[in-house]
């Protein structure tokens, strides 16, 4: 699976739109960006993937470069409670059975 | 409804000691993984099991690790002999039978600290 970079922290206002970015230049055509996200001392939660188009859903929206060479996670209107590390994977779809995520972005979400 | 259950929650041990850490998947779900995520890293996939095939083994780092799952529901992860490198959040996942992959429900993890 191809390797993803993300700044290794980021705060949001509450309330404002938070954009979390993430440059996976080695990103091969079949493979998938995936974004999960981590609140303290819980499981990852499935967030949002997409291929190529740009992808929303009742959490968030996917926007991928037109080269596939990086992507943006927007959570709309951050809460308190979207305070989390996000990760961002590439993935095949047919590929193997293993999931790994790098150290993710610690998005910080202020009063 | 219930999630992905794992026990225990925190489990310290002695070096050496072998440890069982249990993962109760969602009812119905025959797809199951195991990861951990050391301090500071991202998550390592360690095992799947899918219905009654075999296996996929290829993420266990030394041969302590093993895992089984009982009747297709029940696993437990095993931990012969651990070291000190083995601490980390052990974390099980189930998926439903035809979901997609990204429709995997991760539990709250087991913390294994070996002292």
């Known amino acids: 699976d191809a390797k993803t970079t993300q700044p290794p922290s980021m705060d949001c206002a509450e309330g404002r739109a938070a954009n979390l970015p993430c440059n996976h230049s080695?990103?091969?055509?079949?493979?998938?960006v995936y974004w999960y996200r981590q609140i303290h001392s819980q499981g990852p939660q499935y967030i949002i993937h997409g291929l190529k188009n740009n992808e929303t859903n009742e959490m968030a929206s996917l926007i991928i470069t037109e080269d596939r060479k990086s992507s943006t996670l927007i959570l709309p209107h951050a809460t308190l409670r979207d305070t989390a590390v996000y990760y961002c994977?590439?993935?095949?779809?047919?590929?193997?059975?293993?999931?790994?995520f790098g150290t993710g972005t610690r998005l910080t979400v202020i009063p | 409804g219930a999630g992905v259950s794992q026990s225990p929650s925190n489990k310290v041990t002695e070096k050496g000691k072998d440890v069982e850490l249990r993962c109760d998947p969602i009812?119905?779900?025959?797809?199951l993984y195991w990861y951990r995520q050391s301090l500071g890293q991202g998550l390592e996939f360690l095992i799947y099991?899918?219905?009654?095939?075999?296996?996929?083994k290829s993420g266990l780092p030394s041969d302590r690790f093993s895992a089984e799952r009982t009747g297709g529901s029940v696993s437990t992860l095993t931990i012969q002999r651990t070291q000190q490198e083995d601490s980390a959040v052990y974390l099980c996942?189930?998926?439903?039978?035809?979901?997609?992959?990204?429709?995997?429900?991760f539990g709250p993890g087991t913390r294994l600290t070996v002292l």
């Open positions: 009812s119905g779900h025959t797809a």
């Open positions: 996942a189930s998926r439903r039978q035809g979901a997609r992959f990204s429709e995997q429900f």
């Open positions: 994977i590439v993935r095949d779809q047919t590929g193997a059975n293993n999931l790994f």
């Open positions: 080695t990103i091969s055509g079949n493979e998938y």
């Open positions: 099991f899918q219905g009654n095939s075999a296996p996929d």
